[in-house]
């Protein structure tokens, strides 16, 4: 089961420029899952319980940042047992990070290794 990763969410929020808005909820079903986690450079208190949900194991959970240019991004953020162990979140995270800042990079399993 694909589940929230919380501790991934408040990492990109913080590390995000220039954001407005951001959101959680299952990818392919946003318009019924999808809450406010920050908004006007605040923590909704509540989100976590607002959500309801804390995984999936058919969906995505994701995070979509809007920023002050209007621009919209939407990351996957989870974690999930595999026969891969942590190397799925590793990526998750890798890419969430590199995606926030909107840098263009690659991933690669050398990359993977040395993130901690």
């Given at each position: 089961m694909k589940k929230?990763?919380?501790?991934?969410?408040e990492k990109i929020i913080a590390e995000a420029e220039n954001l407005v808005y951001a959101s959680v909820g299952m990818k392919d079903d946003w318009f019924f899952t999808a809450v406010t986690v920050w908004e006007n450079g605040k923590y909704e208190p509540n989100f976590?319980?607002?959500?309801?949900?804390?995984g999936?194991?058919?969906d995505t959970p994701s995070i979509k940042?809007?920023?002050?240019?209007?621009s919209e991004v939407i990351l996957p953020c989870f974690?999930?047992?595999?026969?891969f162990g942590n190397l799925?979140?590793?990526a998750t995270k890798q890419l969430a990070k590199v995606?926030?800042?909107?840098?263009?990079?690659?991933i690669s399993i050398n990359n993977l290794r040395n993130i901690k």
């Open positions: 929230f990763d919380f501790e991934l969410v976590r319980q607002d959500l309801g949900l804390d999936s194991n058919i940042l809007i920023y002050s240019d209007q974690t999930e047992p595999s026969i799925a979140k590793k995606s926030a800042r909107n840098l263009p990079y690659q």
